[in-house]
């Protein structure tokens, strides 16, 4: 049986995009040196969005002077409850403004608007609510009997979950007395923008939230800045590494949220309909491009052929198509590159043996698409099984006895999130303790608060996010 | 005269006491710069054994139950209570102070072991927690060992900042390949007796002596090393030791501060679970 659904788009004239956008340094929109500006197109139908000004090592120096001189006359000498209150006021304009931010991240992201509006936007709006009381007890957050800001903050966040992410840096950051410089993805610059104004709404003092827009290059000079005391990064773990090598013997710290090759591993006494709605969250939820994704399917041998039948027919509901329209499952892929990079990783499945299946879907013509695919027969040495494809693209693999599942899921130099599936208590709390991962989801997935700290082992990065635990990362006296 | 039997300072890897494979010694000498004794120069063939027992024993180490792990702790203090007399002699020699303070040096070692053979059933208490999800979830934090964690020891003090070092990786779980103060090598040889006798599985501390700058590059390049404590390089060492160790995300960390929970905290990693609640 098919359903057949209207169209429902939601309405884009809630958004006021501008032609063109400048930096947001010390509390005002500024024009980049040189007046270099690049495009952001939506990626659901490739029209361009807006010119986005492209911060050079100049302006990044102004920025970082902006936080600085915030941060010394300005934030670091404001009662902490005070400080707190900016940031439940940011929190409660970001609820007043939902709607808006939800259309304009999932036009520039390219999204379903039902994530963004349910996930998205809520989550980043109680990040902020979250941290702002925690303004005022940071001595009673386990991070040493004298916590101290570092001072000032270089952020690089990502395109997969713009404002999210944004929420997650400058929340913790602000509520613990830093002032930040913050640089969006080049792809997904908007939402940041539209948070500057709500900076501006908040009366947050200038320069303690400064955001550049740029690309890797305008990355590179707030990492290498001399007067930045601490860079938090989420992104690629190659960039990550990068970074680690350039801040060596600087004395800056930092935090780094990077990639991940999370297994979900499905018990044979797993409780089948509800695992299988788990393991479409954990990869299709935001088209794969999720770091923490459950993108190794590592399934018991005698239940495989059952869950597999199940989750294709489960895979041939998903929807493809407009991310405005609100019956969306599946948006578009965030831009050309990713696309190619997800068709390039794919196509090693198919030449090193591994069995792709993808649904009967018809795909928009404009901007770019990747139907929802499962390789099935994967082995550990494959590249589909082993690099991080950040696309809705799933490897599955099997295994016989627990201990063989917990070898395969731990063999990778990622340790980001791992999922278990089992009606059984305790062989759910063995592998959980088993699994070399910072986030453990047992019978669920891709779940996120700002209460659960968030992070992960070996290669996935370093200090947590979210939490008491995240907040000991902004802090001198509980840095690790 | 009676001629007085010395001793032979040897590695402690895997929880034996091999010389170094290279064959190499070099000569340490007194404050009055009078010669004591050969140890052995370890080698980057060394270093790579002593990760491959620090591996071997993790599995087993940071799976022992916390109350385990803290009696042997007690158990490496008793056994260093009963060498007192020795490290007391060694530390007075090396480091040319008097008996009076190498006792000294020596109790506070001593009891920083007891104070952190507590902390290891109490750590995952103070720095774990229950978290509060707007949802119908259960979700707890937890701190677990980060793995194979090496250890240059701060210089200035011959067996304190050794101990100060080694106690709080191993109280958490972790295993620990230790490159001794290159100028105070001996207390550290005399510590692997007191561990090699305190039901300390082997492997779980291994102990090289030799030259800093020579291991600490193969440290910091090591894939099989999850952490470094630098607290004992140089500036310039530092540095190298944290561009190679990118090539794993190794932790490393520096510390100004010892008995201090944060110590153990820098080499653990927290662990969130989350599980629905329903019926």
């Known amino acids: 049986m098919t359903f057949e659904y209207s169209p429902a788009p939601e309405s884009t004239s809630i958004v006021d995009i501008s032609a063109q956008y400048g930096l947001f340094i010390n509390g005002k929109f500024v024009d980049a040196k040189g007046s270099k500006t690049f495009n952001t197109i939506n990626p659901a139908t490739e029209k361009v969005l807006s010119k986005i000004a492209h911060a050079q090592a100049s302006d990044v120096d102004k920025a970082v002077a902006a936080a600085r001189a915030a941060y010394t006359k300005v934030w670091s000498k404001m009662a902490p409850q005070e400080r707190g209150k900016y940031l439940f006021r940011i929190a409660r304009i970001m609820q007043e403004r939902a709607r808006e931010f939800a259309v304009l991240e999932t036009m520039d992201n390219g999204k379903p608007i039902r994530e963004t509006r349910d996930i998205d936007i809520p989550l980043a709006a109680a990040h902020f609510f979250y941290h702002a009381g925690w303004a005022d007890k940071l001595k009673y957050a386990g991070a040493g009997d004298n916590p101290r800001p570092h001072g000032v903050v270089g952020q690089i966040i990502p395109w997969n979950f713009p404002l999210l992410m944004l929420s997650w840096k400058i929340a913790p950051a602000l509520a613990t007395g830093n002032t930040v410089v913050l640089k969006p993805a080049e792809t997904t610059p908007l939402t940041a923008l539209l948070f500057a104004e709500v900076c501006q709404q908040a ?227 063995w592998a959980a303790k088993q699994l070399k991962a910072g986030v453990i989801w047992a019978n669920t997935f891709n779940k996120f608060d700002p209460a659960s700290p968030f992070g992960g082992y070996k290669e996935s990065g370093w200090g947590r996010e979210g939490g008491r635990h995240g907040l000991a990362a902004y802090l001198k006296g509980g840095e690790k | 005269m009676r001629i007085d039997i010395r001793k032979t300072y040897k590695l402690y890897i895997g929880g034996a006491f091999p010389r170094s494979e290279s064959g190499r010694t070099y000569e340490v000498r007194d404050a009055k710069s009078k010669f004591i004794a050969n140890p052995a120069q370890a080698s980057r063939k060394d270093l790579r054994d002593a990760v491959t027992a620090a591996r071997s024993a993790f599995g087993g180490w940071s799976s022992a139950t916390a109350f385990n792990r803290s009696q042997i702790l007690y158990r490496i203090a008793e056994m260093m209570e009963a060498r007192s007399e020795e490290f007391v002699e060694e530390i007075a020699l090396l480091e040319g102070i008097s008996r009076v303070a190498a006792k000294k040096q020596v109790d506070q070692a001593i009891d920083a072991w007891v104070w952190y053979s507590g902390w290891c059933d109490k750590i995952s208490t103070v720095a774990g927690s229950t978290n509060p999800i707007s949802g119908p979830f259960y979700n707890f934090t937890v701190p677990e060992s980060v793995g194979v964690v090496g250890v240059f020891p701060a210089q200035k003090s011959a067996l304190l900042g050794l101990v100060q070092a080694i106690a709080p990786v191993i109280a958490g779980g972790n295993t620990a390949v230790v490159v001794a103060s290159q100028k105070f090598p001996l207390c550290a040889v005399t510590l692997s007796e007191a561990l090699a006798t305190s039901d300390l599985p082997g492997g779980v501390v291994n102990i090289l002596t030799g030259i800093t700058s020579e291991l600490a590059p193969w440290m910091g390049a090591h894939m099989d090393v999850d952490a470094i404590d630098a607290t004992g390089l140089s500036k310039e060492l530092d540095k190298e030791v944290r561009v190679s160790g990118a090539d794993n995300l190794k932790r490393i960390h520096k510390f100004s501060s010892s008995d201090t929970p944060q110590r153990m905290l820098a080499f653990m990693e927290y662990k969130t679970v989350w599980h629905p609640i329903g019926i």
Do not use: M
């Open chain 1, 203 to 429: 009366g947050l003092p200038a320069g303690v939230v400064n955001i550049v827009t740029g690309d890797g290059a305008t990355g590179s000079a707030l990492v290498n800045h001399p007067d930045i005391d601490k860079i938090a990064f989420t992104g690629s773990t190659g960039v990550g590494k990068g970074i680690a090598r350039a801040i060596a013997g600087t004395g800056k710290s930092a935090t780094l949220e990077l990639g991940g090759k999370g297994a979900n591993i499905v018990f044979d006494d797993s409780p089948i309909d509800q695992t299988v709605e788990g393991i479409v969250s954990g990869i299709f939820f935001n088209q794969g491009h999720v770091c923490c994704a459950g993108s190794r399917l590592l399934v018991q041998e005698n239940v495989h052929d059952e869950l597999i039948e199940k989750l294709k027919r489960r895979i041939s509901q998903i929807r493809v198509g407009d991310p405005l329209d609100k019956n969306t499952d599946l948006g578009a892929i965030n831009s050309a590159a990713q696309l190619a990079r997800i068709e390039e990783i794919s196509s090693s499945g198919d030449s090193e043996g591994a069995l792709r299946w993808s649904p009967e879907c018809a795909l928009p013509e404009k901007g770019f698409w990747y139907p929802p695919t499962i390789f099935t027969g994967v082995t550990q040495a494959n590249r589909i099984a082993q690099e991080e494809i950040f696309g809705p693209v799933l490897s599955v693999l099997t295994f016989r006895t627990p201990q063989e599942a917990i070898d395969k899921a731990n063999n990778t130099p990622y340790g980001l999130s791992a999922g278990v599936w089992s009606e059984k208590g305790s062989r759910i709390l």
